[in-house]
C-alpha cells in the first residue's frame, strides 16, 4: 500500500520528496520523520473539502451557467443547477 502524499504534504509543508519506498525528505534533502497520527489527522481535514472538488467537476462551465441565467433568470438557475449538485454532494457538518 502506498503512502497517502496528499495528507503528509498537508501535515507536513514543508516536505518536498515522497516516494512509495519510506523516503520523506525536505527542499534540502533532509529526513522528514511523520508521525501518522498527524497525516490521519490530515487525511480527515483534506477529506471534509472533498466535497468541493466533487462539485467543481460536476458544474458546468461558467459561460453555460451565464447563458442559462440569462435566459432562464437566477431562481431558476438556483432550483436546476446549484440545488441538485449541492444536494448530491453536501457539505459535510
Not at 509543508?13 to 520523520?33: E, F, K, R, T
Not at 459561460?63 to 442559462?68: I, M, N, P, R, S
Request: charged share 30%; net charge negative; no cysteine.
Amino acid at each position: 500500500m502506498g503512502l497517502d502524499h496528499d495528507a503528509i504534504r498537508k501535515a507536513y509543508p514543508n516536505v518536498m520528496i515522497i516516494d512509495d519506498s519510506g523516503v520523506i525528505q525536505d527542499a534540502d534533502g533532509n529526513q522528514v520523520a511523520v508521525e501518522q497520527s498527524n497525516i490521519d489527522a490530515a487525511r480527515v481535514e483534506l477529506d471534509k473539502e472533498e466535497y468541493k472538488y466533487q462539485r467543481y467537476e460536476e458544474y458546468p462551465d461558467w459561460g453555460t451557467q451565464l447563458d442559462y441565467i440569462y435566459h432562464n433568470g437566477i431562481e431558476k438557475w438556483k432550483t436546476d443547477i446549484v440545488d441538485p449538485i449541492k444536494n448530491k454532494y453536501p457539505k459535510p457538518s
